[in-house]
């Protein structure tokens, strides 16, 4: 069965860094777009950052940019989410997708375009 696993989450103080990894079970990954979610208690599941496949492009929500960022290995199978001047709001259980390739840039920002998901990994920063 295919699987994401996400690692890296923890508890971090306002400003600092946490970089969270998602592994793929599969080589099929290597040419899905891969995204990262998060989800606060008693909010919405919200967008954070998505690469496509051959990691020329990257997307990020206004709210994490210039302080996130996504990549993924030269196997393409491993995405990474470095998060710096981690906030307060940054807290929440973050969860890595993947989708298939070929739809609209646009579309990767909702997560309806992503077939497969991890458990889930939390992060909480404390002030």
């Known amino acids: 069965q295919v699987q994401l696993v996400e690692s890296g989450g923890g508890l971090v103080q306002a400003g600092g860094s946490l970089r969270l990894s998602c592994a793929a079970s599969?080589?099929?990954?290597?040419?899905?777009?891969m995204g990262w979610f998060r989800q606060a208690p008693g909010k919405q599941r919200e967008f954070v950052a998505a690469?496509?496949?051959?990691?020329?492009?990257?997307w990020y929500a206004d709210s994490v940019k210039g302080r996130f960022t996504i990549s993924r290995d030269k196997g393409k199978i491993t995405v990474y989410l470095q998060m710096d001047s981690l906030e307060p709001e940054d807290t929440a259980v973050y969860y890595c997708?993947?989708?298939?390739?070929?739809?609209?840039?646009?579309?990767?920002?909702?997560?309806?375009?992503?077939?497969?998901w991890g458990q889930g990994t939390q992060v909480t920063v404390s002030s």
């Open positions: 997708a993947a989708g298939p390739s070929g739809y609209s840039d646009a579309s990767y920002y909702g997560a309806d375009r992503y077939d497969h």
């Open positions: 599969a080589p099929t990954f290597m040419t899905y777009n």
């Open positions: 690469i496509n496949w051959y990691a020329s492009t990257t």
